[in-house]
């Protein structure tokens, strides 16, 4: 619910001209035409949607699930539950004014590529991915939501380009093969809502937390990894609703400062090696070293 409303919430903050968007049919650019005949034959969406078929206009109001601003430049791609079959093509960057991307629940499949200069919203949950690029957020700096879950993706969280990158609100990475390390550069995003728990591959997201401090999270999933050291001074965070770190490896005192967590829902730090006293409870958890 938070995730909803926070998602609402910055569509209303960062999609301000939305009078751009409203244009339903006009005629599409050369540039973004041919981008677009690009991406009906990677993927599948020639045949799957019929894109293409009607007319070679993506903005003529025959393409489905296509949306385009006055000017004839792309700007939505809606495809959830499409049946499509390919894969996301790199000229995909080429569609310079596209905001937002919904592909959930396809059979997409090889790596996902950087995706756009003005991409904000990015959706890419049940497919079959293989990777996300290491380049990926590199020239997507006003991305606000990437939610890709279950998507089969292995490998890093891709490095986010430290103070360019302000704008992220919602990163939703849970149920892939994710490996390796939360990237430090974390802690200089607006980031309020992570969900990365349950990889699920062997080896899973490791290594410290303590970046998280530094953040203005809200939402925090990262349950059923392998991440060790203690639990970050999350105080400052004082609009924190959720966090779940259980099934980790996290060590040392649970900090009394979740103490001073008022809008606390949900604390979940099961299953780790933690020892102290927790927080409002008598309970005593017994130091395993
Ligand atoms: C995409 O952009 C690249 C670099 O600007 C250009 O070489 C290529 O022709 C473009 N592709 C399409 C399909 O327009
Ligand atoms: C696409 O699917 C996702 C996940 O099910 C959903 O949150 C989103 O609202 C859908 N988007 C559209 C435009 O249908
Ligand atoms: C996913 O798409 C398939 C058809 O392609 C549909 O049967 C199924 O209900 C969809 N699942 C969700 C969660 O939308
Ligand atoms: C976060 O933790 C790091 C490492 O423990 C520390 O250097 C830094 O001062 C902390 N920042 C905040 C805002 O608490
Ligand atoms: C806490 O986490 C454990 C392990 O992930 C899970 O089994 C349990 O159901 C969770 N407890 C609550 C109250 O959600």
């Known amino acids: 619910m938070g995730s909803i409303w926070l998602a609402i919430t910055f569509l209303l903050m960062f999609q301000l001209p939305a009078s751009m968007f409203v244009a339903r049919s006009t005629k599409a650019n050369a540039g973004d035409m041919a981008t677009m005949r690009v991406l009906a034959q990677f993927l599948g969406a020639d045949r799957a949607l019929g894109w293409g078929r009607a007319s070679p206009d993506p ?143 062997l080896d899973k997201l490791s290594g410290p937390i303590f970046m998280l401090n530094a953040t203005n999270i809200v939402y925090l999933d990262l349950h059923g990894n392998q991440f060790t050291g203690p639990i970050p001074n999350l105080a400052s965070n004082i609009e924190m609703e959720y966090i779940d770190l259980s099934k980790n490896a996290l060590t040392g005192d649970v900090p009394q400062s979740l103490m001073q967590l008022h809008h606390l829902r949900v604390l979940n730090l099961s299953d780790n090696s933690l020892c102290g006293q927790l927080p409002k409870f008598i309970k005593k958890y017994d130091c395993k070293d």
């Open 59 to 201: 903005c003529d109001g025959s393409w489905l699930g296509i949306t385009c601003d006055a000017s004839g430049y792309v700007v939505y791609i809606i495809a959830n539950n499409s049946g499509l079959t390919g894969h996301l093509p790199r000229e995909t960057r080429n569609l310079s004014m596209l905001a937002a991307i919904y592909l959930n629940n396809n059979s997409l499949s090889g790596d996902v590529p950087p995706l756009g200069p003005n991409l904000m919203e990015i959706s890419l949950s049940y497919n079959r991915f293989m990777s996300i690029s290491p380049e990926f957020f590199k020239d997507m700096e006003i991305v606000f939501s990437l939610s890709a879950v279950n998507a089969n993706i292995i490998g890093p969280i891709p490095e986010f380009v430290g103070d360019h990158f302000k704008y992220l609100g919602t990163l939703k990475l849970q149920g892939n093969s994710l490996f390796g390390h939360i990237p430090t550069s974390f802690a200089s995003t607006r980031i309020r809502s992570v969900q990365l728990q349950d990889q699920r591959g």
